[in-house]
Every structure is written in structure tokens, then in C-alpha cells.
């Protein structure tokens, strides 16, 4: 299809828990972006792939953070005992190339209470 | 560090004037720009980019200029409408496949 598709939109988990977040871009884009926003919009870059390769992964908390992009699955992020400050809406964007832009998904809402 | 900067957190705009939105950069190895909008629980809405080989880019009510010197680019809508109200969002890129570094957002009202 013609968006990218997240899930779910919304999730709750305690702290301590597993949250896993699920992306599938675009069908013929080769790049994926995770992004994190918190407070007051700011948007934090995760970690990139091109294809089921890890492209850049510079902003990934790596102790508790991990990301996959396997063929024919979605990808997905999966964080090991959350936290309270995880509490954020996680997005997702395909990109064929960047000079056909960036598309985002409309995101994951997680609240760790 | 923050690599892009909106320096004005809201704009309010009579409907059928221009918008328009600024946004500064530090990087100067960005050589891709974006603008996006975004309304409240969707993801951010590509609007219209730009390379560092050009200085403008039209595409409908929008355009956007870039100044490489004075590493600054802005937003400019016209006539604005009352469906424009949004967050705005620049950012960049270094290279193809590259991550976007997000400036702040500007949040615009277009008054009816």
C-alpha cells in the first residue's frame, strides 16, 4: 500500500515491561526510520535501515533498545523494561529515496505507567 | 546541540495572507531540506523540499527559499487557509537515505 502502517497506536506497559512496536513501510522503499518525539515536539532519530540492514543506529539507547527489519515482515522496535521517561509516540517513515521525501506512519503512543 | 532551529514556536495568520516560517541551521553539511506539517495524533505530512543546489522551490501555495550563507531556509504560504493550521516542522539531511534532524515545530493558526 501507499502508507506506512503502525502498530498498535496505542500501548500501555508497566515499567519493567516489554513493549514491542511494529512498522511496515512502504512496498518498494529500501530505507526505514524510527523516531521518537517526547515533550514540546521534538523528534529524536532512532535508528535507520536500508533493506533489512542496519543503516545508522547512532541514536538507539542500545541496553534496552533493539530494532529488526527482516524480509517479508514488518519492522519492528522492542524495548526491554521500559521506563517512565520511554513514554513517548514512537514514529516510523519509508523512504524509496530521499528525493521522493520521507513518509511517516501516524505512530505508536506508548505511556509506561 | 540543536543542529535546526525554529525560533518562533507560533504564528497566527488571517486567512488569505501569507504564512510565512522560519527555520536556521547550523550543519553545513545538510544539503537537503524538508518541511512537513503535522496535526494532532497523525504522523508529520511531507510538504515540499529542497536541494542546496537550488535557492527555491514552488509547489502549489507553497515555497520554500533556502539562503546557504546565512544557513537559513523558510516556508512561505500563500494565500494561507483555515485547513493550514498546524505544527510545522523543517528538517534536514547530509545524504541520501539519511536521517532528518526535526527542528522544534511552529504551531500556526489561520483565522478565519
Known amino acids: 500500500g501507499e502508507e506506512v502502517a503502525q502498530t498498535p497506536k496505542h500501548l500501555v506497559r508497566g515499567e519493567g515491561q516489554k513493549a514491542k512496536l511494529y512498522c511496515a513501510p512502504i512496498?518498494?522503499?529500501?530505507?526505514v526510520f524510527w523516531y521518537q518525539q517526547v515533550l514540546k515536539n521534538e523528534f529524536k532519530f532512532l535508528i535507520s535501515f536500508q533493506n533489512e540492514n542496519v543503516f545508522d543506529e547512532t541514536g538507539m539507547p542500545k541496553e534496552r533498545f533493539s530494532a529488526k527489519c527482516l524480509p517479508n515482515s514488518p519492522c519492528s522496535l522492542e524495548i526491554q523494561a521500559t521506563k517512565l521517561e520511554d513514554s513517548a509516540v514512537y514514529f516510523c517513515?519509508?523512504?524509496?529515496?530521499?528525493?521522493?521525501?520521507?513518509?511517516f506512519g501516524s505512530g505508536t503512543r506508548l505511556t509506561v505507567v | 546541540d540543536q543542529q535546526v532551529k525554529q525560533n518562533s514556536p507560533s504564528l497566527s495568520v488571517q486567512e488569505g495572507r501569507i504564512s510565512i516560517l522560519n527555520c536556521d541551521y547550523t550543519n553545513s553539511m545538510f544539503d537537503y531540506f524538508l518541511w512537513y506539517k503535522k496535526y494532532p495524533a497523525e504522523g508529520p505530512t511531507f510538504l515540499i523540499s529542497?536541494?542546496?543546489?537550488?535557492d527555491k522551490n514552488e509547489d502549489g501555495r507553497f515555497t520554500v527559499f533556502l539562503n546557504k550563507s546565512a544557513k537559513h531556509l523558510s516556508l512561505h504560504i500563500v494565500p494561507s487557509q483555515p485547513g493550514d493550521s498546524a505544527v510545522y516542522f523543517c528538517a534536514a539531511s547530509r545524504a541520501a537515505g539519511n536521517k532528518l534532524t526535526f527542528g522544534g515545530g511552529t504551531r500556526v493558526l489561520v483565522k478565519p
Open positions: 529542497i536541494s542546496s543546489i537550488k
Open positions: 512496498k518498494g522503499h529500501s530505507y
Open positions: 517513515a519509508s523512504s524509496q529515496s530521499r528525493d521522493y521525501g520521507y513518509t
